[in-house]
């Protein structure tokens, strides 16, 4: 095990280095992206900036499968905090100056960090690319955080995800809605069972029911397309 430096950005920009194990996460997420993108025509990936709910605030993203990350960790509740591109690692390993930029950072509730690689399944043989990613393994369990290489999930889930993200926003939904769905007798019921409930405002009680789901205050199966017929339960 060696020594990593850490090369970061704070929210206005200015740099700074120092001993990875010696910063604390919560600095990192609290930062700039370490590099951001070029957008031209013609590019092959897919970037932009997602609005987090998480963090009240744009996240970039490289690709479209970044971006599917990018939303499960926004639907996630334990995850509190959420950085994208948060730093540059390097060491000198056997005679070679070696770096690395992960994808994301992700802080959870229990002070506990997760680094996030994503990389699509059919390049994680390329011997090069695996070894880059051993030895980025290596580098965050140093310091006792979690690893994750991520190639995609479910379609259904994702889709669901994706689907909800459109109800993250609070300004989006009637918080008078919300408040009262929130507030409703414990019991489970469909989707479109709490829609008849106020049939004068269906379009409203539908838009903060989805927004409970992202919210995590309402449970339901993601793992099945949504529709009218998903059965909602406080999740508490």
């Avoid at 430096?5 to 740099?15: L, N």
């Avoid at 049939?199 to 919210?215: I, M, S, T």
């Avoid at 199966?221 to 529709?227: E, K």
């Amino acid at each position: 095990m060696g020594t990593y430096s850490v090369s970061f950005k704070d929210a206005a920009g200015e740099e700074s280095t120092t001993d990875l194990a010696l910063v604390p996460p919560r600095i990192l997420v609290a930062g700039s992206p370490w590099r951001t993108f070029r957008w031209r025509h013609g590019q092959p990936h897919y970037s932009g900036w997602y609005w987090s709910s998480t963090v009240g605030a744009h996240v970039v993203y490289e690709s479209r499968l970044e971006l599917a990350r990018l939303l499960l960790a926004d639907f996630d509740p334990e995850i509190v905090a959420i950085a994208a591109q948060p730093f540059c690692v390097t060491a000198e390993v056997d005679g070679v100056r070696r770096r690395h930029v992960p994808d994301f950072l992700l802080l959870h509730a229990d002070e506990s960090v997760t680094v996030v690689n994503v990389k699509p399944a059919d390049q994680l043989d390329r011997p090069k690319i695996a070894e880059a990613l051993e030895w980025a393994e290596e580098v965050f369990t140093s310091c006792g955080w979690r690893h994750e290489v991520w190639s995609g999930i479910d379609p259904t889930r994702l889709s669901n995800v994706r689907f909800l993200a459109a109800y993250r926003h609070p300004n989006r939904v009637d918080q008078a809605t919300v408040t009262r769905l929130a507030e409703r007798s414990r019991g489970s019921a469909s989707l479109g069972q709490i829609e008849a409930e106020w049939p004068d405002a269906a379009e409203d009680v539908r838009a903060a029911a989805l927004h409970l789901v992202w919210r995590g205050v309402f449970r339901a199966d993601l793992d099945a397309p949504l529709s009218a017929a998903t059965v909602l339960e406080h999740a508490a």
